[in-house]
């Protein structure tokens, strides 16, 4: 198995494809708690688990960085009207 490059996974690829895990799980959890592979309990779990770091993951969706005047002190000082 290849190992994949980290730097190119995005914060929205992490949000996608949790979310396309909680979807799956939905679906073949109740299945599998039919056929006894696992437990309400331990689904439950899991699912809850996913929805707290989705949740956790949203809430710390990075701020695009702002652009600085690197002149805009200098500018201020320049002006005459901004002296006492």
């Known amino acids: 198995?290849?190992?994949?490059?980290?730097?190119?996974?995005?914060?929205?690829d992490l949000i996608n494809?949790?979310?396309?895990?909680?979807?799956?799980?939905?679906?073949?959890?109740?299945?599998?708690?039919?056929?006894?592979?696992?437990?309400a309990e331990t689904a439950y779990h899991r699912i809850h688990c996913l929805e707290a770091l989705l949740t956790l993951l949203k809430r710390s969706e990075p701020k695009p960085p702002q652009?600085?005047?690197?002149?805009?002190?200098?500018q201020a000082?320049?002006?005459?009207?901004n002296h006492l």
Do not use: C
């Open 1 to 12: 198995m290849k190992h994949s490059n980290y730097n190119k996974v995005t914060y929205h």
């Open 77 to 81: 000082l320049k002006d005459p009207s």
């Open 67 to 74: 652009q600085l005047d690197m002149f805009a002190e200098f």
């Open 17 to 39: 494809e949790l979310e396309r895990e909680l979807l799956v799980r939905r679906k073949l959890y109740p299945k599998w708690q039919m056929v006894g592979t696992i437990t």
